[in-house]
Each structure stands twice: as structure tokens, then as C-alpha cells.
């Protein structure tokens, strides 16, 4: 079992940045396969970026490219999601999620966190 814990979510103006950091506990993190996603009031959870079990490979959305960048640290269990240039359009609550693979896009990861509300004000 794995459990997840995000944190760094807050209240940003638009075009400023924040870091989300997912720490992970229970198992190690190294043969997990680790996503972002985001669900806005009203619509579908949706995959941000994601990252292989390696770090080799990583996805993004188009709405995010180049603006979001996800990394991992499997020493200290933990992934991030440096997220710049934001947009009111990025509010959202975002979830960290590993999946037992080492790489995937889709939406059936194993093991989820609570998430963390990320606001961006105009």
C-alpha cells in the first residue's frame, strides 16, 4: 500500500508560480509510475503530467506545456510539479497518483492522494 500526501497548493495571482510536492510513504516510490492530475468545479479529473518510474520519460498536457514541469526525487520518495506562467484557467484541485507500471497516461493509477486546492486569481 502507498499512501500519497500533496502539499504546496495556495493562492496565486496569474503569472505567478507555485511548486507541488506529493510525498509518499508505505513503499518506495521507485517502481511507480507518478501523474498529476486536476479537476476543476464542474469538470472531469484530468492527466497534467506524468512521469516513468526512471524520470527518463515524462508527458504533458497541451494546456500545460512549458508552463508545468514534473520531476522526482526516489531518494526522498517524493515528486514534484513545478508549476510557472499560471493562468486562472489552471484552478483546480490537483491530485497526485502512482501507478504499479513504468510508464502510463491513462487514468487508472493505483494509488491516490487527497489533493491540494491550487487558485489562481485575475
Known amino acids: 500500500q502507498v499512501q500519497l500526501v500533496e502539499s504546496g497548493g495556495g493562492l496565486v495571482q496569474a503569472g505567478g508560480s507555485l511548486r507541488l510536492s506529493c510525498a509518499a510513504s508505505?513503499?518506495?516510490?521507485?517502481?511507480?509510475?507518478m501523474g498529476w492530475f486536476r479537476q476543476a468545479p464542474g469538470k472531469e479529473r484530468d492527466l497534467v503530467a506524468a512521469?516513468?518510474?526512471?524520470?527518463?520519460?515524462?508527458y504533458y498536457a497541451d494546456s500545460v506545456k512549458g508552463r508545468f514541469t514534473i520531476s522526482r526525487d526516489n531518494a526522498k520518495n517524493t515528486v514534484y510539479l513545478q508549476m510557472n506562467s499560471l493562468k486562472p484557467e489552471d484552478t483546480a484541485v490537483y491530485y497526485c497518483?502512482?501507478?504499479?507500471?513504468?510508464?502510463?497516461?491513462?487514468?487508472?493509477?493505483?494509488?491516490w492522494g487527497q489533493g491540494t486546492q491550487v487558485t489562481v486569481s485575475s
Open positions: 497518483a502512482a501507478d504499479q507500471s513504468p510508464f502510463t497516461t491513462s487514468g487508472a493509477y493505483d494509488y
Open positions: 508505505g513503499r518506495t516510490l521507485r517502481s511507480y509510475a
Open positions: 512521469i516513468s518510474w526512471s524520470g527518463s520519460n515524462t
